[in-house]
């Protein structure tokens, strides 16, 4: 996961804000999509390019004073990356925006948001024509392969870079997400989306003379101008020296945007807006689930004290729509959140054992009073079920009689290879399980999505089991859909149908499903219709 942001400062403008000033008013409000650091490159055409690395959260970014540092550089463009733990985390190669050796015009700094999917083939490619690596990032990948282009079309026959072309050919020749941001040694930034439109790129031209550049339009909230999503299978190109921007379709073909669900339900800033707020889309997501479960509250409930907590920081919005649904219908309940954390840091990511490390040291119970009250814990997805099983044998430690997981999503059925870190599916709490089930069962399950309701219902409290809760409630597919803006044409809905939204993300995704089902004993095995 993480995010990044440009801006670009208009010869035209007289404002007497800098570059500077527009990255420490949008850094902070990406700070969701990862918390280990940021990086900073800045042009100014008589100094070129500085760059600035820090291991502080992004929302330190407006503590840093730039006037002190350099009062003479006052760069006219600039992109910025914010980035989430991997296991690369001590590498400085994991650190962006990253850049080539070149001097002068040839120079080349990249921020990229997403992952491609094709890199071993393509750094074997480029290894084999003499290019070298300083790590294993994909950004440093993308780099070289537009170096590569600029070297070969155009640099070596002292001609201008045509960044359509340029793209075209890059899009071409990548499978996955694609987000980012270049800057070259002239000062021209190029903001490119590739033709999958997975993970989302945003533009605003200001009214007081500034282009400016973010992973989610909450990042402009406060300012005035025109803002626009810039679509899949495209570039805004802006001259380093004249200001003037195009925007150009770099594919044949016309991609329709399907961006990722995990930006709606878990990743995006609340106040983030895609017809509307996914501040609303989640709290409505929370009433939907309110209504299922209030038909369980007096069978399964019993009458001890029902409390309704979320997740911090993203489940919220679920529980307070679960809540006001639940009030409606006249249940007997209380909204206390009993869960607190003690760092900032997400989970999702990481090496297993560093992340259930870090599990048991982020949440804490946060309320003393819970001894022998029902708690309805809220979140926006249950993926791998460590975090949930920590957090219920700590409510259940602390007194709690019985823990209820309310779920705004269905059963996480497939991987995430496009920068989620969701890798394999045999991490998956639904895998884990579907493994202990009868064979028939395990086929029936096999059309996820699809799935009768009585089979998740047996999904739900094998799950449930497995993480010492009461019961579970997903919300069903066909529920999420209507609420997600743009519906199923609109977003990426493969961690729910395992219908992947690239080529090499299903090919990948079928050798996952298909070793795992090779490792079961042959009399166990179901018939999937997995190529």
Known sequence: MSGVAGAVLLPSSHSQETVYDRLKHMLPKLALRGQAGFGLAAFMHEKRVQYTKSSRPPREFTTIDYHEQDA??????????????????????????????????????????????????????????????????????????????????????????????????????????????????????????NRYGLRPLEFMQTNDGFLLFASENCAFSGLQGNAEEILPGHIKYVNGRTGEWLDRSVCDARYNARLCAYETLYLGNPETSRRQTYLETRYNIGAALGKLIARRLTAEMGSA????????????????????????????????????????????????????????????????????????????????????????????????????????????????????GIDTIDELAFWQIWKTLAPEQRKQSLRFHNIEPQMLRLIESTIAVSINAAAITYLPFQVLVSFLPQGHDGNDLSPFTFEMPTP????????????????????????????
């Open 72 to 193: 003479d550089f006052r760069p006219r463009a600039a992109i910025a990356h914010i980035r989430s733990p991997s296991s690369r985390e001590h590498d400085e190669s994991d650190v962006q925006p990253v850049h080539n050796d070149q001097a002068g015009r040839r120079h080349l700094a990249i921020s990229l948001d997403g992952a491609l999917l094709n890199a071993d083939e393509l750094r074997k490619e480029l290894l084999g024509q003499g290019y070298s690596f300083d790590g294993e990032t994909d950004a440093e990948l993308l780099l070289k392969l537009i170096e590569r282009t600029c070297q070969n079309d155009y640099w070596c026959h002292a001609l201008p870079v045509n960044h359509e072309r340029l793209f075209r050919e890059i899009d071409n020749c990548i499978d996955g997400a694609v987000s980012a941001l270049l800057l070259d040694g002239e000062g021209n930034l190029i903001a490119f989306r």
């Open 305 to 420: 004290p029902i409390i309704i907590s979320s997740m911090p920081r993203t489940g919220g919005p679920y529980a307070d729509g679960l809540f006001a649904s639940l009030a409606e219908e006249g249940a007997v309940i209380r909204r206390q959140e009993v869960i607190a954390t003690q760092c900032s840091q997400r989970t999702l990511l990481g090496v297993v054992d560093e992340r259930i490390s870090l599990i048991s040291q982020k949440y804490r119970v946060a309320e003393k009073d819970v001894a022998g009250s029902t708690i309805i814990m809220v979140d926006e997805a249950l993926i791998r079920g460590d975090t949930s099983r920590a957090v219920t044998n700590m409510l259940l430690s602390a007194g709690a009689k019985a823990v209820h997981w309310a779920i705004g999503s269905p059963p996480i059925v497939a991987p995430n290879y496009y920068g989620m």
């Open 504 to 531: 090499a993300g299903q090919k990948r995704a079928n050798r996952n499903l298909n070793k795992l089902i090779a490792d079961l004993p042959s009399q166990n095995q179901p018939s999937p219709e997995v190529t």
